[in-house]
């Protein structure tokens, strides 16, 4: 079993930044990447960016790209998202995911079985 515990979400205001967390513990090295994602009211749940637990690997959904940055400590057994630029259609509750399956893309939530619970980030015009 994985646990996932996010933090650092919040109300910002469009233009600014916030910096998100996700505290990973358990059996993590049955894992073998990690992911942000997000779900917004009334929309699906959609990939937003992902990194490998060791190599340069990452993978950024085209709407962050260039605004979000997702970053690991492997020590720490930590994965962060820094979003700047932030617009008010950033708004969602954001997960991180531990991924467990390399037959799917890393933009495939269906190959990630541990989540975390959420948290909220909301964007203001």
């Known amino acids: 079993q994985v646990q996932l515990v996010e933090s650092g979400g919040g109300l910002v205001q469009a233009g600014g930044s916030l910096r998100l967390s996700c505290a990973a513990s358990?059996?993590?090295?049955?894992?073998?990447?990690m992911g942000w994602f997000r779900q917004a009211p009334g929309k699906e749940r959609e990939f937003v960016a992902a990194?490998?637990?060791?190599?340069?690997?990452?993978s950024y959904a085209d709407s962050v790209k260039g605004r979000f940055t997702i970053s690991r400590d492997n020590a720490k057994n930590m994965v962060y998202l820094q979003m700047n630029s932030l617009k008010p259609e950033d708004t969602a509750v954001y997960y991180c995911?531990?991924?467990?399956?390399?037959?799917?893309?890393?933009?495939?939530?269906?190959?990630?079985?541990?989540w975390g619970q959420g948290t909220q980030v909301t964007v203001s015009s």
């Open positions: 995911a531990a991924r467990t399956s390399l037959q799917l893309s890393m933009r495939s939530a269906s190959g990630y079985s541990y």
């Open positions: 990194i490998a637990w060791s190599g340069p690997s990452t």
């Open positions: 358990g059996r993590t090295f049955n894992t073998y990447a």
